[in-house]
């Protein structure tokens, strides 16, 4: 399948993407799934190689083994392909349903496969016996030659035992991989490859649905992430990653945040994320509530402020309620409230203090 040339067209964090100039919203999303998860130092070698050599898909999908990500991300790449490409991997999927059927019947199969062998072992003895017979070799040459046109005759013995040579190489690499296919455990390996292959090829979602389950999991991925972070550094590093992933559309109409069922999921992640900043003195602690304490601290990162280390908040206490008030450094940002009940009895800051959020 074809690289990520259609998601190029993104180059960095914005809040307000102006989203009648972007040709596709979808492109766009999964460029930045992608930019999170492998860096932009990946994609932009990705987006600039004129090698063939390194297959960034198979990297990708090594590092995300345990996912679905990779299966929707090719489904995706699948339906954004112009006809001819995909008649191409049409083509790839019937000729891997073929073979997988060939391996129903495990004897026939290894039959055919030492047939294939001895087919080629026999050729290679053919080709042996002509190489240590010059005179035999000569005879050869004068019939092939014969036998083609002018313009196209070898100028050569020697250029024909060149071909012959080229030939025997040929021979021996296909009993070498005749050999390998009868192993049983790459039989099976094979047999795996094939079933996955055929699986992400039979395309049985539209481009909406694809992309609301790469999303899905992508959240998971995040979840996983996480929850493995030792560095605090990182852990702030994803905090300004999972705050912009928010405000990126997913649709004209809507962003990530604003679909219940992906909220939700980044939920889970954001309270892990805050929790962990929190234990390790990244992240003032507000109240002895984690419940409470994630959701003021959420609450105060759902802000367009770009740099986090200028946020600071205010606390004051209300019967019933926390008020507290947001600011970029000196400047009002907005507000909100908490109910809670007896809130200074769980309160861990000073009230009617501007202090920042970043410790």
């Known amino acids: 399948m074809n690289t990520l040339e259609i998601l190029s067209d993104f180059n960095g964090f914005s809040w307000d993407i102006n989203v009648n100039l972007k040709n596709n919203i979808e492109d766009n999303l999964i460029y930045q799934n992608l930019m999170i998860l492998f860096g932009d130092k990946f994609l932009d070698r990705w987006l600039n190689e004129s090698t063939t050599k390194v297959n960034n898909l198979n990297i990708i999908k090594n590092n995300l083994y345990d996912t679905k990500y990779f299966e929707n991300l090719c489904k995706y790449l699948y339906i954004m392909s112009n006809d001819k490409e995909k008649q191409n991997i049409d083509k790839l999927v019937k000729n891997s349903q073929e073979e997988l059927n060939t391996m129903v019947n495990k004897s026939k199969y290894f039959d055919d496969l030492k047939d294939k062998k001895m087919k080629y072992l026999r050729e290679v003895e053919r080709i042996d ?58 039989f099976m390996n094979r047999k795996r490859e094939l079933e996955e292959f055929i699986r992400i090829g039979n395309i049985n979602v539209n481009k909406e649905e694809c992309v609301f389950e790469l999303q899905k999991e992508f959240i998971k991925i995040l979840y996983n992430e996480i929850n493995n972070l030792e560095d605090d550094d990182e852990i702030v590093n994803y905090i300004y990653k999972i705050r912009y992933y928010r405000f990126i559309y997913l649709t004209r109409e809507k962003r990530i945040k604003d679909f219940s069922e992906l909220e939700e999921k980044i939920n889970e992640v954001q309270k892990l994320l805050i929790t962990n900043a929190c234990k390790l003195q990244k992240l003032r602690i507000i109240t002895s509530d984690i419940d409470i304490n994630f959701e003021i601290i959420k609450c105060i990162l759902d802000t367009k402020i770009m740099d986090l280390e200028a946020i600071k908040f205010e606390v ?18 907005k507000d909100f409230e908490i109910e809670i009940e007896n809130p200074k009895k769980i309160l861990k800051i000073k009230t009617n203090k501007v202090m920042k959020l970043f410790i």
């Open 129 to 186: 016996k002509l190489l240590n017979d010059k005179d035999l070799l000569r005879k050869q040459y004068i019939a092939k030659n014969l036998k083609l046109g002018e313009g196209k005759r070898m100028t050569s013995v020697h250029v024909y035992r060149r071909i012959v040579e080229n030939r025997r190489e040929v021979c021996l690499n296909k009993i070498l991989e005749l050999t390998k296919a009868g192993n049983p455990v790459n």
């Open 316 to 333: 004051k206490t209300e019967e019933g309620k926390l008020k507290i008030k947001v600011y970029e450094e000196e400047v009002y940002e």
